[in-house]
């Protein structure tokens, strides 16, 4: 069992669901009707990798609720590595919504709610590594962050409904309680790429919790040496 969640089993699965979902999604889901056309295609990672990016977030959230309630470091490890990745998504995020916002409205960003939330979830996330920076003693720092996580995601939840909040927007509601706004080859080309999305996640989080926990025995084994 430990094998199969490892993470060079972890990062083998995403690879064969992201590819199976890239193929699909341009070479059996049909072209979109709409006027986005071919440009459309893009969502199936776009989307995937938004998801995923605020899921980061999230599980950073419930990371700095364990650590204030056992101060246990391993969830401030947890917390930090989370961020991290959630900001490396939303990079993504950023660039791959910047190309089809161009190839489909003809700008590349537009102040509409989607986009100027998620825009505040990066600064704010972006302000959690400065909070850090300035903060040298290492409990004091985990509390300082872990109470930052936790205000900043109040920003997360918005983003993910901005679009039904404020329906106006460019972004189109697509997937509600009631059915998922495609046709099935559509909506299974999603599904694989967002699978294989959540599985990336998993398999840089266990990866960089795994180095983080090494440059902490790493320091601690100088500081009992005396260096």
């Known amino acids: 069992m430990k094998k199969l969640v490892s993470a060079p089993a972890l990062f083998i699965g995403a690879g064969a669901f992201l590819i199976t ?6 070479w059996w889901a049909p072209v979109d009707s709409s006027s986005m056309g071919f440009s459309q ?15 980061a977030f999230g599980v950073a959230f419930v990371a700095a609720i364990l650590y204030l309630r056992t101060h246990d470091l391993k969830w401030d490890r947890l917390g ?17 919504g910047m190309i089809w916002g161009k190839a489909s409205w003809g700008t590349w960003w537009a102040w509409e ?3 100027t ?3 505040l979830v990066c600064f704010l996330y972006a302000a959690y590594w400065v909070l850090r920076s300035v903060v040298d003693e290492e409990e004091r720092r985990a509390t300082y962050a872990a109470v930052f996580a936790i205000i900043a995601f109040i ?15 460019l972004h189109p509601v697509v997937i509600t309680a009631g059915d998922s706004g495609m046709e099935g080859s559509m909506f299974a080309s999603f599904m694989i790429s967002m699978v294989g999305m ?12 795994q180095i983080e ?6 320091t601690d084994l100088k500081t009992s040496l005396g260096g």
């Not at 295609?41 to 899921?55: D, G, N, Q």
């Not at 920003?155 to 927007?169: C, H, K, S």
């Open 21 to 26: 979902g890239l193929l699909l999604g341009f």
């Open 41 to 55: 295609k893009i969502f199936y990672y776009h989307a995937p990798i938004a998801e995923v990016s605020l899921v």
């Open 80 to 96: 930090y590595v989370s961020v991290r990745l959630g900001l490396l998504f939303a990079l993504l995020v950023m660039l791959t």
């Open 113 to 115: 709610p989607r986009l």
């Open 117 to 119: 939330t998620f825009l």
């Open 155 to 169: 920003d997360v939840p918005i983003t993910f409904f901005a679009t039904r909040f404020l329906p106006e927007g």
């Open 198 to 209: 959540t599985l990336l996640l998993v398999a840089l989080m266990r990866r960089d919790l």
């Open 213 to 218: 926990t090494l440059k902490d025995q790493v």
